[in-house]
Each structure stands twice: as C-alpha cells, then as structure tokens.
C-alpha cells in the first residue's frame, strides 16, 4: 500500500469542481468562513508552479518564448497568464502540452499539501479541471457544483470582460455537467440566488 492509500484511508478528501464560473469560489469561501477544515486551491498550486525560476517557469519558457512574460508589469519577469490562457484557447497543441506539463505537478503538489494536514478528519481539494485531468484517485468523494450555462455564461462575461462568444467556448471546452454528474457524488445546486447548497454543506459538514 502507498503512502497516498495509507493517507486517504484515515482521512476523507472532498474533491470540489464544477464548470468555469459554476460558483465554486463563493462555495469555498463559505466552507472556509464557517469550517474549520484545510482547503487546498489547484489554481493556487497552478501559480506557485509558474513563478519565475521554478521548473514549470523554464519549461513555458523553452516552449513559448520571452514572448510569454509580462515586460510591462513586473521586474522579475513574471509569465503573463491572462496571455497564456489566451494563446491556449485558441491552439489546442498548446493547451494539450501546458496539462500534460502542469497537470502531473500539481497532483503531486498536493498530495505533498495533503500529508501536511495528516490529522486533520477532512480536507476539500477545489479542483476546477478534476475530471479532465484525473484527479480523481486523490479523493475519497466528489461534490459537484450545479450551474445553468447561461448562468455561467453571464458570470464569465462580467468576471473576465469577456464577448458572450468567448464566454461559450470557454465553457464548451470543459466536459459537460452531465458528464461529470456521472462520476460525482454530491451536487450542489448553485442554480439560482437561493443558495440551495448552503444546506447540503450543513447536513454534509
């Protein structure tokens, strides 16, 4: 048995995801506020492993070129990321060479993350892409965050000043709710302003 099977045996892991502006951050942050239970951010992890001078920092680099650093904002040569998503939506090979890149070191991020919280009975993993990028053996059960595209589709607009088009492709690159509902084990209905899932996090929590 390894060390990650040891772990999870003793511990339960909710893996929390959803479609790109579902609602998960206005859940994690309500978890955060009213729980005492350790949340580890994917995206998180996702911007420490590009931070200049890392491993994932000098491979974008030798892929992408100087092209790819924001000049105009920082001295320390940061990666632009708003220009990275831009340059991966629109080439697949890019996206698909960024994931296979980034995905295995963030899993092993936070199963390092994960052993740092050994004692605690619970811990929630918010992983956006869980499904696209297998993250599933990490956790003991899935909640899935419920959202009408329209829904989504306004929220991204607003959020990232984004056209309705963009806002579509966006949520059509990412597996449909109906496919992730099939592997997830809690829904959390984020559909309207009534917060319905506030009472699944209290029976759940």
């Known amino acids: 048995m390894d060390i990650l099977q040891k772990s999870k045996n003793n511990q339960r892991r909710i893996g929390l995801t959803g479609g790109i502006a579902s609602g998960k951050t206005t859940i994690t942050n309500y978890i955060r506020k009213h729980k005492n239970i350790p949340i580890l951010d994917a ?13 994932g920092y000098k491979k974008i680099l030798d892929y992408f070129g100087n092209k790819i650093i924001d000049n105009k904002n920082n001295s320390d040569k940061a990666i632009n990321r708003k220009l990275l998503r831009k ?25 390092e993350e994960c052993s740092q919280y050994k004692n605690n009975q619970t811990i929630v993993l918010v992983i956006p892409l869980l499904f696209e990028a297998k993250f599933e053996d990490i ?20 959020r990232d000043k984004i056209s309705e ?29 009534q917060n319905k899932w506030i009472d699944t996090i209290r029976e759940l929590l």
């Open 43 to 55: 995206d998180n992890l996702s911007k420490e492993l590009i931070k200049p001078n890392t491993y």
């Open 87 to 111: 340059i991966i939506f629109k080439h697949s090979k890019s996206k698909e060479w960024i994931e296979k890149l980034l995905h295995p070191l963030i899993k092993e991020k936070m199963i």
């Open 165 to 193: 088009k963009e806002a579509s492709e966006s949520i059509n690159l990412q597996l449909s709710f109906e496919e992730k509902r099939k592997f997830s084990d809690i829904i959390l209905d984020n559909s309207d302003d």
């Open 139 to 158: 956790c003991t059960e899935i909640w899935l965050v419920k959202c009408p595209k329209e829904i989504q589709k306004k929220r991204l607009i607003k």
